[in-house]
Structures are given as structure tokens and as C-alpha cells.
């Protein structure tokens, strides 16, 4: 089920098939640098596609999606958004993972666009977060291309990381 489109990509709910090209990506060290989990293994990537399969299970509409560079019909990433419960307030993240392979093409700029339009104009949504390992400089340029704003320092699962916020402008 495609989810989005951009210019240069299409996000469809994850399917069994795409365990190879996942897992792959989630083995990248480097790809998962700011996880609190670090790499996953073939096992867990398994679990997760399964987990998302039907959409997130509390909100079909959200979850992680295989993220398609549609001129190559190549798996190139997982992006999605991701429901929270942040100090009692039900939140939504855009996530957002590209393959080492495909940075600095703006990719990532576009598809936290993406979300951030899918989540406000199609889904009605009000407000969308990201939370970004302070560290994570090229996550935190990504969230700001996207209109996003750093909102305030968090610990979460006692890990530091950084609120970006943007809410749905009304006219
Ligand atoms: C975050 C991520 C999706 C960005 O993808 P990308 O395709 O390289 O992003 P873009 O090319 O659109 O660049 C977006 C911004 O990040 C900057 N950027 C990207 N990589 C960078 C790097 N290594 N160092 C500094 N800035 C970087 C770009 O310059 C651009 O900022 P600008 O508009 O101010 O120039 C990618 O780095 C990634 O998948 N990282 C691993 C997964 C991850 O950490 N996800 C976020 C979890 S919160």
C-alpha cells in the first residue's frame, strides 16, 4: 500500500519481502550511530517489519514505511511517523533513515518534508516532533529543513536527546 510520493520518492507500508534490503541497512553501524539500540539484528529487523506490517498497531495511518527511490525502484531507506507518550502528552515523530549510499542528496530533506506534509494535510494532524540524539548534526539540519524548530532537551529511557517540534500553521 503506497503511503507518499515525492519528486524522488515513494513510501509503501513494509512487506516481508524487504527483510534483505532492511536488515542490511540496519546493520550499518554507521546508519544506526544514534540509536539507543545500535544495529539490529536479522531477527530483530524480522519483529519490526512484522510490527508494522498493518500500519502502526494503535493507528494504522502511522507506523515505518519502506521508502523507494522511485527513478531506481531501489530500497534506499524506512521512514514514517511514530506514536509517543512524552510526560503525558500523546506526541508524533517523523522518523527518518536513508542508506549511507544515498546521503547528502537531499534525500532526507525531502522525505522529513514529506512526512511533515502527510502528517499536517492529509492526516490533520496538529502538531509533529523529532527526537534527535544531540549529536546527531545531520538529523538535526534534516528536522530543521523541515520547518521544524529544537524545542527543549529530554531524557528519555534516561538518554539525552532533542525535542524539534513544528505545529500546523491555521489561516
Ligand atoms: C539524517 C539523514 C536521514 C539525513 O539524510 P540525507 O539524505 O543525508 O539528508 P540531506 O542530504 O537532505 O541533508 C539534510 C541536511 O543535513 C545536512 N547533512 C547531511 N549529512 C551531514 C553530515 N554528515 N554532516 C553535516 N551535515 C549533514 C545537509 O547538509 C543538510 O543540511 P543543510 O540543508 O543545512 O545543508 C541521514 O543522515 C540518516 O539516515 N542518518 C542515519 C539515521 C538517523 O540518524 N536518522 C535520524 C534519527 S533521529
Not at 11 to 17: G, I, S, T
Request: aromatic content about 8%; hydrophobic content about 40%.
Amino acid at each position: 500500500m503506497i503511503v507518499l510520493e515525492t519528486p524522488r520518492l515513494m513510501m509503501r507500508r513494509l512487506e516481508p519481502n524487504d527483510l534483505d534490503s532492511l536488515a542490511a541497512l540496519y546493520a550499518d553501524p554507521e546508519v544506526r550511530r544514534y540509536f539507543p539500540e545500535g544495529v539490529l539484528t536479522r531477527g530483530e529487523t524480522a519483529e519490526e517489519i512484522d510490527w508494522f506490517r498493518n500500519g502502526h498497531p494503535d493507528d494504522p495511518r502511522l507506523g515505518l514505511w519502506a521508502t523507494i527511490e522511485r527513478a531506481s525502484g531501489e530500497f534506499i531507506g524506512r521512514c514514517g511517523l511514530l506514536l509517543w507518550e512524552i510526560e503525558g502528552r500523546r506526541e508524533i515523530e517523523i522518523a527518518y533513515l536513508i542508506a549511507r549510499t544515498h546521503w547528502r542528496t537531499g534525500l532526507g530533506a525531502e522525505a522529513a518534508h514529506a512526512l511533515v506534509t502527510h502528517g499536517f494535510e492529509t492526516l490533520g494532524l496538529n502538531r509533529l516532533i523529532a527526537l534527535v540524539h544531540p549529536d546527531n548534526i545531520p538529523s538535526a539540519k534534516t528536522a530543521k529543513r523541515a520547518g521544524l524548530y529544537l524545542e527543549r532537551p529530554l531524557t528519555l529511557d534516561g538518554m539525552l536527546c532533542h525535542v524539534y517540534a513544528i505545529e500546523r500553521q491555521v489561516s
